[in-house]
């Protein structure tokens, strides 16, 4: 009788024991699953990334600007073809007064050039629109290295009402990667002919 005890025990212990390599089982099998799919979530968010197709410009648009549009054109000429960090460095000895922004008219005469005037207030605000066109190159992944100022357009915003005083202008700036292959042009007497 002691047997036939022990025999139901050890049957009642084997399936309890199997019963519990088979959770453990199915636990690790789900686990497994739940990993697996995690490394092909971030397989597809990996492969997302590197379909993405790089942009080839970055632009800012600056509307309704207190600044003067004759400063701000000239302060466009000047940057125009400099890559970000010579342009900020331009402006921010020009809020220096350590240089001048040339311009074309009656003016005084400047140091190292004809005619120019220190506009400060322009010179403030483009130095800030620069920053923001440096951080939409870096989040279009350009390299900063090789980019420049391609296009910087200011115009005129609408009519000042009676309660709002002042100049305003709307600005656009745009900067491309200058691919240095193509800019080695040859001169006319290297060309074999």
């Known amino acids: 009788m002691n047997e036939e005890k022990h025999k139901h025990a050890d049957e ?10 088979q959770e453990k089982a199915e636990e690790e ?10 490394e092909e979530k971030i397989e597809k968010v990996e492969t997302k990334k590197q379909e993405k197709t790089k942009k080839d410009k970055a632009v800012v648009n600056a509307k309704n600007l207190n600044a003067s549009l004759k400063h701000t054109v000239a302060i466009c000429k000047m940057i ?8 900020i460095s331009m402006l921010e ?12 008219g009656e003016l005084p005469h400047r140091k190292g050039m004809m005619s120019g005037r220190y506009p400060l207030k322009a010179s403030k605000m483009m130095i800030k629109i620069l920053k ?4 939409n190159c870096i989040a279009n992944g350009l390299d900063l290295d ?3 100022i391609t296009e910087a357009i200011p ?10 005083k002042g100049k305003k202008i709307h600005l656009t700036l745009i900067a491309r990667e200058k691919s240095w ?6 001169k006319w007497w290297e060309i074999n002919l």
Do not use: D, F, W, Y
């Open 12 to 21: 009642k212990v084997e399936k309890i024991v199997s019963n519990a390599s």
């Open 29 to 38: 099998v789900k686990e497994e699953k739940k990993e697996t799919q995690a």
């Open 80 to 87: 125009k073809k400099k890559s970000m960090e010579e342009a």
């Open 93 to 104: 000895e020009v809020k220096i007064t350590k240089r001048a922004v040339p311009m074309t």
């Open 132 to 135: 923001s066109l440096t951080a």
């Open 146 to 148: 090789k980019t420049i």
């Open 155 to 164: 115009n005129t915003a609408g009519k000042a009402t009676s309660s709002k």
């Open 181 to 186: 292959e193509n800019q080695e042009k040859k």
